[in-house]
């Protein structure tokens, strides 16, 4: 009888402690596992953001470089073939980007160019020429047909540029030609590397695709998916003009975690329709929500072996106390909050008792480190402050809760002389200036203020008033910011004089959404930046200052 009762309650101890931690497992890694699930969409949705930012902002400086060089009066006179070379030559060797330019006459020949090649063919016909005689062309990925043979290849891979071309007037305002620029596509490959780079230490294994609009065609990726046409969902909600997320099926037949952004063209330069689209195995997105589950279960279980060999030494002695500790089990279980129950006098029931207290107290302690590192994602790693991901967070509750009165101020700041700092001194000095002014902007929290790092040297304040002058109230507290930057910085013994611009937008509660506000106070910084830096700017002034 003896021997039965041991076995019976042996077998009872282990089997509750080890139902116990199943079930505390499985709630606390189903709940890790969408919390890992919802950060690694979001996380890559972001990436797709940046990257279709990064791509628009290259084809907008190339774009306005080739308007501003169409208005040089020796392509406008057309008449000295060796300045226009020169001058041409000058652009590809200061952005190697530009692989070839050329000063194309009303008939279609080219007058001069990089290089002098081509010069005197006759490319009338080409959509470069074609479609540039009355306004700006830019035209999509595609592969080289003239200058294949021409240009140097070392790789052997097929050569593809992006064309952009515009019309050459006289003084009197008469066609006199086309400027036509072909820059390779190599610059979209080293973008997406360096932004891979960025994350290589918290995301595994993650491509960056883009996308044309023509066909769904692959023009960035795996080498396997470029120059196929990709039809998946991601690519169709991106074409919405939409950005997020998906965890979906690729043609390859396996599971992606999948971030979606469409490049909707930057200030005057209109987009080429192109989706970006970054993806990570889903094994890589979710391995460390699956380790912890597994981590928990593992502990759980070698727990239990312990308390069912204590159980089946002491249980003829101790049968009732170990009655209590099953029931108390039970209820954790169930899910009520209770306390393994404590008794003196017997010390090996006081070992169990706290054995069992270390290992709930543990499994929490486990659920509340997720609850810390859940905190840790909405902010930015350098200044403590909140990254994008909680700005997007906060506008998104902040409108939906907005008192009819109440307004908000966006204040879009980008620091004068960074990247000075950064050339001169190194990007450690950079990186501590950037935690320095971040510490400095929190000195306004208490003007109800949500500051932002969005990357770089860039920083969104959001201001929530009830003014009936929020103009005079968002000047008033950039002027206040811009003064506070400017005061001088004492970093590791180096004294350093930096400066901010600043772009403000006010939305009312029936106003436009996040993004477009964002747009917003963005064109407004443009417009300080333009006008001599160390402003700031309000959007319905930027109007007539622009």
């Known amino acids: 009888m003896s021997i039965k009762l041991r076995t019976f309650f042996a077998i009872f101890f282990a089997f509750g402690i080890i139902v116990l931690t199943a079930f505390l497992s499985t709630i606390i890694g189903n709940k890790t596992l969408q919390q890992v699930e919802l950060e690694s969409g979001q996380a890559l949705s972001g990436i797709t953001w940046q990257m279709a930012d990064k791509l628009d902002y290259f084809m907008w400086s190339r774009y306005g470089e080739i308007e ?5 009066e020796a392509l406008r006179s057309m008449q000295n073939k ?3 070379r020169k001058i041409l030559d000058q652009l590809s060797e200061s952005i190697p980007s530009f692989s070839w330019a050329g000063v194309i006459d009303r008939e279609g020949k080219v007058f001069a160019s990089t290089g002098g090649l081509l ?3 006759d490319i009338s016909e080409r959509p470069v020429f ?5 306004d700006t062309y ?17 790789s052997g891979a097929p050569l593809q540029f992006v064309d952009i071309s515009t019309p050459i007037y006289g003084k009197t305002g008469e066609a006199k030609g086309v400027l036509a620029a072909h820059f390779s596509w190599e610059w979209s490959k080293e ?6 780079h960025s994350y290589d230490d918290h995301i595994k294994n993650m491509d960056i695709l883009v996308v044309s609009s023509r066909n769904n065609t692959v023009l960035l990726g795996p080498k396997e998916l470029v120059g196929k046409p990709l039809n998946i969902k991601s690519v169709k909600e991106a074409q919405k003009q939409k950005s997020g997320w998906l965890l979906e099926k690729w043609p390859d037949g396996k599971k992606y975690v999948t971030g979606y952004a469409y490049g909707k063209g930057y200030l005057n330069y209109p987009g080429l329709g192109w989706s970006v689209l970054a993806r990570q195995h889903e094994t890589e997105a979710f391995s460390s929500a699956k380790e912890l589950q597994s981590y928990i279960f593992y502990i759980g279980t070698i727990s239990a072996v312990i308390c069912a060999a204590l159980g089946w030494i002491i249980a003829g002695v101790i049968s009732s106390p170990l009655s209590n500790i099953s029931q108390a089990a039970k209820r954790l279980q169930q899910g009520e909050k209770t306390e393994i129950p404590s008794f003196r006098g017997i010390k090996d029931i006081e070992i169990l008792t706290s054995s069992l207290k270390q290992l709930i107290a543990t499994l929490i302690n486990t659920e509340s480190k997720l609850g810390k590192m ?6 930015d790693g350098l200044t403590g402050l909140a990254n994008r991901m909680s700005l997007y967070l906060f506008l998104n509750n902040k409108i939906k809760n907005m008192d009819p009165k109440e307004k908000l101020i966006f204040l879009f700041m980008d620091l004068d002389g960074f990247k000075g700092v950064n050339d001169q001194w190194g990007h450690r000095i950079g990186d501590l200036l950037l935690v320095e002014t971040g510490r400095r902007l929190g000195a306004i929290q208490n003007r109800n203020a949500f500051i932002s790092r969005l990357g770089g040297d860039e920083f969104i304040i959001i201001l929530s008033v009830h003014s009936d002058s929020p103009d005079r109230e968002a000047r008033k507290t950039g002027e206040l910011i811009i003064d506070d930057i400017n005061m001088p910085y004492e970093i590791e013994g180096i004294s350093l004089q930096i400066g901010c611009s600043i772009g403000a937008a006010i939305r009312d509660s029936h106003g436009e959404d996040v993004d477009t506000m964002l747009r917003l106070a963005d064109e407004a910084l443009y417009v300080s930046k333009r006008d001599g ?11 007539n200052a622009g």
């Open 119 to 121: 010069e005197e063919a």
């Open 191 to 196: 973008m997406s590397e360096k932004v891979l």
């Open 533 to 543: 830096k160390n402003r700031i700017t309000i959007y319905e002034n930027s109007k």
């Open 82 to 84: 060796e300045e226009v």
């Open 130 to 134: 074609q479609k540039a005689k009355s």
């Open 68 to 72: 501003v060089l169409s208005e040089l």
């Open 374 to 379: 859940e905190d840790l994602a909405y902010l």
């Open 138 to 154: 830019i035209g999509d990925v595609h592969d080289a047909v003239l200058l294949s043979k021409l240009l140097p290849n070392p």
